[in-house]
């Protein structure tokens, strides 16, 4: 007699472990995705400009022109939300849409921002390589059927995925998604997102190599004194992060303001722009990468370095104001070295003995831009320490990166991801706002310790405490840390009964213990936890019988109210 | 069966398998573009030295800039770059590059001597020797002993150019030592020792090289200079003589033959001479020198008959008053001492002449090496 052959059963796969899984899987399409990106980006370039690095006339000025009048065409009739650098968009996925990005626009953004760079707009892959990778997960994650509250973390991962392929830089990519998408570190979330940005980074240093974007000369600090040229720089790149908020706002309202058809011809007319400024200064088009690499050898006058600098704000902002499909990181970081190699060039005229080389200030000012203009100061300094692979430069990048934070917090208060996503109608939440507001704590609503019976108590002894006390309910300290309540009623009622000897050990010593709080949790913690108790009991971190305070539902409440009327 | 798992399960297969295909496709594409480059990369580098060969600098730093982007910044791409930076008078960008390089290859000795170069360019004497040493010291990659000791070399001219002799003597003292036998740059060292202060080491190397090959021409024009140099007279004659058969020599080199002979000629003092000869030639001296004081007492406006006048060259021409009456050859029989007191007035005019109206030529410049030099000059 045979045996029957046995069934095969389909487990169900924990939905954390399929989370990781997928992490990986998305990674690694994004990788893929990332790589032919950047691929199609270059022959494109090569393609429409021509293989010299200056471009010759007429095709500087027409081929920007011509491809994004292409690009604006495509974009309104086929693909209408690939405009945009993609960080909103996918934000708008995580906190709007349940995670959901449709497929169609990964491959609208992935089409048209390619010809937007590859023919000179002044935009980077960065922005919109993490909304491919975003736009991915949300894919597979629809396939998946996962959960709501999984899809709407599927989307950062892609992000983070997408990001850290073209930025060639994991560590970035992972915080700067979640300082500026999800703002959480919740462990379930960040292993994945690192994961995921891992697994990107890999398949693109597979395919095109583990260089770094830049060749950084090794940086060395020529003279102490050398920290307030930092300072200055990080001072000037505030400003200079203000004027290119500000401008984009400006241009954008402006132009969004237009009719509507002139919004399928306003791409190639910022291409005719920037085009016409090519023929000139030919290395605002584009991501400028490479120009990025000369600034740091040496290669341009003070004069030139700040024309650079102004120009490609100019160069940027009409092309992204204009609704072209592209990245702000690439022109950022061209902006900031610009700059850092400007306030070194200077800086040598005035004191040629105590300044560093050059490479090092185009590379802080890098970071001072982006912690000025994208506010994400702590992925700023994670960032040019880990392009430069080199730890000593951390000192004057925290200097001038914050510095820059602060002056551009100080005279515009809304970043400029909530600016765009203002202007687009849409309300969502601000990563820098949650970072910054007022935590209100457990100790702003706890009360006092009146009275504390303990386990050890008769009925008898309890009452006669409890009974000069306006409370009605007390906590017990029964033995091993653990706490209880008792109402003042109950012990009455046993008083009444003839157990007026009995511990209170053996009244309430079998009711589960109270959860305590510490002073310094957030107040939502005690909400989580206080459900229908009457008290908690508040207790010192370093002795867990040590009470500070007790709290009630009724006090976190107060101190809700007090806190939105001090705001 | 759970549906959704059945559903997640498929999904999962999908994406695994789906893997392969998209893996090819970007492996696919990633080589057709990673040719491309390399294609693009080739042309721009021979646009950019066909520029650099014709002379167009500028252009080919630009031809080449876009080379060393498809390269991936190739070293090897970026070293033409440099050659081009040079050329077309980039020196900070062509140092910037250099020292992208040097981040990367700390030990080469192109890199190091490139840095040398452009440092010696630039005056710095501090960083050109750094580098030099280090190019010296540095990893090459083909001929590295021959590359050592061309690098040397080159390190000891630009030394003595910059007037730095003593640190040039040091080098091509080491590099003398380092030389095989044989080896073309012999007789280069040798007169760079020659120019450089040291001339009995060039001597040495001369007669090394002269060993080998008596008729050895530089060798013989060098040894010849050495010898002169160290005071060898006779040497010198010998040696510079021998090169004026072997070929033509320059008006330098034929003026020194020529003070060699009259140094040998002039000398009184040379050995196995009779008394007569003796005799003869210190009067001949003395009539030179005499000669001289007079010229030279005109060109500075210098009464050489006024009693009163304290003028070194008036008590010289007294001092010749008195002593002429004693120059016959009788009196050179009869005193052993009229010959140094001659000799001594003699070496004193030149010396004074010299001081006061210049450097002298022919004879003059003979007797008044012959003061410097001593007794020793020898036929």
Redesign the interface.
């Known amino acids: 007699m045979t045996t029957p052959p046995r069934r095969l059963?389909?487990?169900?796969?924990p939905e954390a472990h399929?989370f990781l899984?997928?992490a990986l899987?998305i990674g690694?399409?994004a990788g893929?995705s990332v790589?032919?990106f950047r691929?199609l980006i270059?022959?494109l370039r090569?393609w429409l400009l021509g293989?010299?690095?200056?471009p010759a006339f007429p095709r500087v000025v027409v081929v920007p022109a011509a491809a994004g009048l292409a690009v604006g065409i495509i974009a309104l009739a086929l693909f209408p939300r690939v405009s945009g650098s993609g960080v909103n968009q996918t934000k708008a996925a995580v906190y709007i849409y349940d995670g959901y990005i449709p497929f169609r626009t990964v491959v609208g953004k992935f089409i048209t921002s390619a010809i937007a760079i590859g023919s000179g707009q002044s935009l980077g892959p960065e922005d919109p390589s993490l909304q491919i990778g975003a736009g991915l997960a949300s894919l597979?994650g629809r396939?998946?059927?996962l959960s709501r509250e999984k899809m709407r973390l599927v989307a950062p991962i892609g992000a983070a995925a997408g990001l850290a392929a073209a930025f060639n830089s994991p560590i970035t990519a992972v915080l700067f998604v979640i300082e500026e998408v999800i703002g959480t570190w919740s462990a379930g979330v960040l292993g994945a997102i690192l994961l995921a940005a891992v697994s990107a980074t890999v398949v693109s240093q597979w395919?095109?190599?583990g260089?770094p974007l830049f060749?950084v000369?090794?940086y060395h600090l020529a003279h102490s004194s050398e920290l307030i040229a930092y300072a200055i720089l990080g001072a000037i790149g505030g400003f200079i992060s203000l004027a290119m908020v500000k401008l984009v706002m400006y241009l954008r309202t402006r132009l969004r303001a237009m009719p509507r058809w002139s919004w399928y011809l306003q791409p190639a007319m910022a291409g005719l722009a920037i085009g016409i400024i090519g023929l000139k200064v030919p290395q605002v088009m584009g991501a400028g990468y490479?120009y990025i690499d000369?600034a740091?050898?040496?290669?341009y006058t003070w004069q030139m370095l700040i024309g650079l600098a102004l120009l490609k704000i100019v160069a940027t902002a009409m092309s992204f104001s204009s609704g072209t499909p592209g990245g702000l990181f690439a022109p950022t970081l061209f902006i900031g070295a610009m700059l850092g190699a400007a306030v070194c060039a200077v800086e040598r005229m005035v004191l040629p003995g105590i300044t560093g080389?050059?490479?090092a200030y185009a590379l802080i000012g890098m970071g001072t831009l982006f912690a000025g203009f994208l506010r994400a100061p702590m992925t700023s300094v994670f960032m040019i320490v880990e392009i430069s692979g080199d730890y000593s430069i951390v000192l004057p990048v925290m200097i001038s990166n914050t510095i820059a934070y602060l002056i551009a917090r100080r005279f515009q208060h809304t970043a400029i991801f909530e600016v765009l996503s203002h202007q687009d109608g849409i309300i969502l939440p601000s990563m820098e706002e949650q970072r910054e507001a007022a935590v209100q704590r457990v100790e702003l609503a706890m009360k006092g310790v009146d009275v504390v019976c303990t386990g050890a108590d008769t009925v008898n002894q309890a009452l006669a405490r409890v009974n000069a006390a306006p409370a009605e309910h007390f906590l017990v300290a029964l033995q091993g840390d653990h706490w209880t309540t008792i109402s003042k009623q109950l012990l009455i009622s046993l008083q009444a009964e003839g157990s007026s000897d009995v511990p209170l050990q053996a009244v309430v010593g079998f009711d589960p213990p109270l959860p305590t709080l510490h002073p310094d949790q957030p107040l939502d913690a005690a909400l989580r936890v206080i459900h229908d108790r009457p008290l908690l009991p508040v207790v010192h971190r370093a002795h867990a019988s040590r009470l500070v305070g007790t709290v009630t539902l009724e006090d976190v409440l107060e101190a809700y109210r007090m806190g939105a009327s001090a705001a | 069966m759970d549906p959704v798992a059945v559903k997640r399960g498929g999904v999962l297969a999908v994406l695994l398998v789906a893997l392969v295909p998209a893996f090819a496709f970007t492996s696919l594409v990633t080589r057709l573009y990673h040719q491309r480059e390399r294609v693009l990369a080739e042309d721009w580098l021979r646009r950019g030295e066909a520029a650099l060969g014709s002379g167009r600098p500028d252009e080919a730093v630009d031809d080449l800039r876009t080379a060393l982007v498809f390269s991936h910044e190739a070293p090897s791409f970026r070293l033409r770059l440099v050659d081009a930076l040079v050329q077309a008078n980039h020196p900070v960008e062509a140092h910037a590059q250099l020292t992208t390089l040097l981040d990367q290859q700390p030990g080469s000795g192109t890199i190091n001597l490139q840095l040398a170069r452009l440092a010696a360019r630039a005056g710095d004497l501090q960083e050109a020797a750094r580098y030099y040493d280090s190019a010296i010291n540095g990893i090459w990659d083909a001929n590295a002993e021959e590359r050592r000791r061309a690098v040397r070399l080159e390190f000891a001219s630009w030394l003595l150019q910059r007037g730095e002799p003593a640190r040039a003597q040091a080098q091509l003292i080491a590099l003398s030592a380092d030389l095989p036998p044989g080896s073309p740059l012999e007789t280069q060292v040798g007169q760079m020792l020659v120019d450089a202060g040291s001339p009995r080491r060039a001597s040495e190397l001369f007669a090394d090289v002269l060993r080998r090959n008596p008729r050895d021409p530089a060798a013989l024009e060098g040894a010849g200079v050495a010898a002169f140099q160290l005071g060898d007279y006779a040497a010198a004659r010998r040696h510079l003589a021998a090169a004026a058969q072997t070929h033509e020599l320059s008006p330098g080199r034929r003026d020194m033959l020529e003070t060699a002979t009259s140094v040998l000629t002039l000398n009184p003092f040379a050995r196995r001479l009779s008394s007569a000869e003796r005799s003869r030639r210190s009067r001949s001296a003395f009539g030179i020198a005499r000669a001289r004081l007079s010229e030279c007492a005109q060109t500075a406006g210098v009464n050489l008959d006024d009693p009163e006048s304290t003028d070194e060259m008036r008590a010289l021409s007294a001092t010749a008053d008195q002593l002429e009456p004693q120059l016959r050859p009788p009196a050179f029989a009869r005193d052993s001492d009229l010959l140094d007191s001659v000799m001594t007035l003699v070496f004193r005019v030149e010396t004074a002449t010299a001081a006061r109206c210049g450097q002298p030529r022919g004879a003059d410049l003979a007797l008044l090496l012959l003061g410097r030099e001593g007794r020793n000059s020898d036929q």
Do not use: T, Y
């Open positions: 059963h389909i487990k169900s796969l399929l899984l997928l899987v690694i399409f893929l790589v032919c691929i270059e022959w090569i293989s010299a690095l200056l597979f396939k998946l059927n395919f095109l190599g260089e060749r000369p090794a490479d000369h740091m050898r040496e290669q080389p050059m490479g």
